[in-house]
Structure formats: C-alpha cells, structure tokens
C-alpha cells in the first residue's frame, strides 16, 4: 500500500497539478473548465483514499491471518481463506481505481478541450486574416 500511495497520492496529484498549471501557460488561453479541475481533484482523492485503505486492510489482515495459529502450533487459516478475505477489499480497491480513473478521463478531457479551444480561434483567426486579405 506504501509504494501505491507515494505513486497516487504524490507522483499522479503532482503530475496533474502541473499539467493543469503548464497547459493554459504554453498555449496562451484560459483553462475550458476549472469546475472540472475540482470534479477531478476530489474523484481522484477519493479514489486514492479507497483504494489504499482497501490495500492496508487487505495486506494486515493477510498477513494476520497466515500467522494465526490454533491450540496445536498449525495455521489457523488455510491459504485459500485468506484469499477469500481478500476479495471484499479489493472490490473496494477497483471502486477507489475507478473514482481514480473517471478523474482522469475528466482532465484529459479538459486538457483536449483547452487544446482544441486553442485550434479553433486560430481557425477563426486564420479565416479572418484571410478574409480580409481577399477583400
């Protein structure tokens, strides 16, 4: 769960916050939706949060589990039933993913759009230019 935190939670949030700072900076225009940018930034927190809580919980109580031993020194636990504890967290794990990855598709969607504002008012601007170049 440690290196998934550090991955989501630091290195992705980073990398989201500079495109979001950078994008409106190298092309000169405003940002399509900063409503979007919230939507994004608590999709992605939430999912984070879901998705490293689920990975403690699993991990702990994996681990808990094989070093469970019974009243004669043998494991408490089969293998099996620790990987059947695991499913209910890691079905909480792809919800967090998903909240994680609809946050995404939302900034890709922001950044495009953005992009594509930049194209059409140099398309405008092209076809001004050009029309008053035939008038």
Known sequence: GHVH???L????MITFGSLYHLMPRLWNVNLYSLKLVYVHFFLATIGIVLYITAMWVAGIGQ???LRAFDQYGNLAYTFTESVVFLHKPYVVRAIGGGFFLAGMLIMAFNIAMTVSGIKAEAREAQAASTEARTA
């Open 63 to 65: 681990g808990l589990m």
């Open 5 to 7: 935190s550090g991955a």
């Open 9 to 12: 939670g630091w290195v992705a």
